[in-house]
């Protein structure tokens, strides 16, 4: 498998070199690109053609930045931002370049939290992938900004006789759902105690940081489904009502990344009842590997079989428990499968044009080849060093 593998990862670099270079996106455009061409330098022996590509690829991506219109994580300068961030320890950029590059990030950290006093605390397009860009890297700068973004989430969890609850917010009306509650990764709950989790570690707040995050591990413990015959959690909880359907596997909704935070969480508060429930969740959602069951019909990281196969090594590198191992090696394969389709989120040929000559996505690292490759890299070396951006690091 192992030989696959590289060349897969291989195809994907190649097929880069067309890809479409005017989205600038970290999840779906040439942000995400470029973090795949800069892993892939040092995983191929750091060829001096492959650092020119990257060296070109970036100075032209840098260069067009500063006409992103978007102040999101997944879409715009927010996600772009972290990723110079990223460059930058990797000592890629000096401190210079990035204070250059970054310069828009008071008027984003402000953006944060007029976002927050609206109720959107979504990670994707809201103010916790703002707030979280924040958090990464050497620099401390950012304190009081944090400080004050994470006493206004506080506020907005405990509005109500210091119970705790979150409202699942609406991005198409642009309001929250006050009888709602989202369990997925992308929207809600657990993106939220992660959150708290990297708050906790840069010492933010950390007695109610510590609070918050228990507060909604325990909310989520206590809203198991009756039926867990496929899974424990349902994607949005609606209060007062019997949650009927079942949640995918997979990065953005469902239990596996549920187990994968709450697992994190017991590790940082030293937790053991924590850990076992969470390993609970991750050894049950192990047996789910139909299509039927888990919804997989794609190689990318966002719900198809690379994100699964990437939470799962991390898991067995956490553990050490086979039952991983193995489940992190049945999604590998399943993502080398994958591969041989002209799906256009599907392994190495996603580069394939559509009708209109455009190639839509496919290239980017959520939903495409430059995510995809990401994994398998990882899978074939154990650096996880870049899947901060996946709010998967330890």
Known sequence: MKEKIKTTIDKIYSSLKIRDYSQLALYDGEAG??????????????????????ENSFQRFSENSIGSNSPFFSSGKAGINWFFSYLHTKDILDDEDLELLCDDDPELFELAVQYLKEGNHDFLHGSLGMAYHSLYGKTNKFTGFQETFFQLLYQFAYTSEDKMFIAHYDLVKKMPVLNKVNFGMAHGLPSILKFCLECYKKNICTAEAKKLALDIADFLKSNVRENTKRSMFPNILTIDEQSTGFSRVGWCYGDLSIGFILYQAGMAFDELELK???????????????????LVKDAGICHGSAGIAHIYNKMWHYTKNDIFKETCDFWIQKTLDFSIHEDAFAGYKAYAPTESGKHMNSFGLLNGVSGIGLVLISYLTGDFSWDYCLMLND
Not at 37 to 53: E, K, V
Not at 276 to 294: G, P
């Open 276 to 294: 076992a429930f969470a390993t609970e969740i991750l050894i049950h959602t192990s047996k789910r590997r139909t299509e039927e069951e888990t």
């Open 33 to 54: 690109c470029c973090m795949f061409d800069q892993f892939y330098i040092g995983y191929s022996g750091n060829n001096p053609d492959h650092i020119t590509r990257f």
